[in-house]
């Protein structure tokens, strides 16, 4: 249903380089020319990036020729989302608003264990919900009521039950933790995201007639994270006075934190933790050059950061219909000053215009990085 183009390159782990040296300078070329897709990167041909964040680890190598075949069935046949604020907040009952109170019991080991089994009682009840209504496709489906079903084009028991995750951020800032490139925040980051990869694993049924696969995805929550964000400010929960909605990056959107910091927070610490996927946005002011672009995916398979784009603005003249992929303010061609700016809302390339109330407050506070 949301197919983003992507181009996937494999490494070799002993020289830390793409393979295929002439489609890795084609990628750099299209970046510095201005195209806007996604790099997906892996050392084998074991997994496959079919959304904007959405990875997928397959159990065979069964690609196929797609000249006029049908090559990997695979996708979310729903999506239940954790709002991971909401939950460390609950976890911590009437002790929530007491700062020092907080740190000692998030730093103490014990603590997180007792934590690790109230996140899993949740995800239990979660598993559950994906059961029942996949049991539903799955029985709709044998009525023959899908049409792609049907023509043989994807199956329901070829796609995940998919746990989303929102909030990351907010939940690591109300514990007291800064949202960079430091030891204590990633291992924030393991933790929540590595007990729902494990227990995506454990809980997932293989049967061959109905299976239920469960993964992970760091959802782009386009209209979800300002209602989230909403909700628990409604409902007396802490959330950051100078944010609108919730954030769906491991950075701070909002910050002058560094390109290179933001691929570090994006890469394998992180990554291997998220079977379903995450996707690094790096926002920049404009378009780098081939070099620049070759030098930050050899950054990327060093770091392990498999699944990037770069978003950087792109603008249309509303007298002249002129078009450019740089941010203007006026039109080169006609001298018009009625410029609309597209830039991805998340996973989406839209116009800001376009973008719902939330996320137009927070597309104007949003840091793109200079060269």
Not at 103 to 110: A, F, G, Q, R, T
Not at 185 to 190: D, G, N, S, T
Request: glycine share 6%; hydrophobic share 30%.
């Amino acid at each position: 249903a949301f197919p983003v183009e992507t181009m996937a390159m494999v490494y070799d782990p002993k020289t830390e380089d793409i393979i295929d040296k002439d489609y890795k300078d084609l990628t750099a070329e299209m970046y510095a020319k201005g195209h806007s897709f996604f790099t997906y990167i892996s050392d084998s041909a074991d997994s496959l990036a079919s959304c904007c964040r959405l990875r997928n680890e397959l159990s065979e190598n069964t690609f196929s020729p797609t000249s006029g075949m049908t090559g990997i069935k695979t996708g979310s046949a729903n999506v239940i989302t954790l709002n991971v604020n909401r939950i460390i907040q609950n976890y911590f009952g009437p002790c929530k608003h007491e700062e020092v109170v907080k740190k000692e019991l998030w730093n103490d080991s014990v603590h997180r264990s007792e934590f690790v089994k109230y996140l899993t009682s949740i995800l239990e009840r979660v598993y559950k919900y994906h059961i029942a209504y996949k049991t539903m496709l799955y029985e709709w489906e044998s009525k023959g009521a899908y049409a792609s079903s049907n023509g043989g084009f994807i199956n329901i028991k070829d796609l995940y039950s998919t746990i989303g995750i929102n909030g990351l951020n907010e939940a690591a800032r109300f514990l007291g933790l800064e949202v960079s490139n430091n030891p204590e925040y990633i291992q924030f980051l393991q933790l929540v995201l590595g007990t729902i990869k494990e227990q995506n694993k454990k809980h997932s049924i293989h049967d061959k007639k109905r299976p239920f696969l469960f993964n992970s995805e760091c959802v782009p929550a386009e209209s979800l994270g300002g209602k989230n964000y909403r909700w628990d400010k409604s409902d007396g929960y802490w959330v950051p006075e100078d944010e609108n909605l919730y954030n769906s990056y491991f950075y701070n959107a909002h910050d002058n934190t560094s390109v290179l910091d933001k691929f570090i927070l994006h890469g394998r610490q992180t990554a291997s933790y998220c079977d379903g996927g995450s996707a690094l946005h790096c926002n920049l002011q404009d378009h780098l050059s081939k070099e620049q672009y070759l030098k930050l995916i050899d950054f990327a398979v060093s770091q392990g950061t498999n699944y990037f784009t770069f978003n950087i603005p792109n603008s249309q003249c509303d007298d002249c219909h002129f078009i450019t992929k740089h941010p203007i303010k006026v039109c080169p061609k006609c001298g018009g000053s009625h410029i609309t700016q597209y830039t991805r809302i998340i996973g989406y390339l839209r116009p800001i215009t376009a973008f719902g109330s939330d996320r137009k407050i927070e597309a104007e506070e949003r840091t793109y990085s200079t060269l």
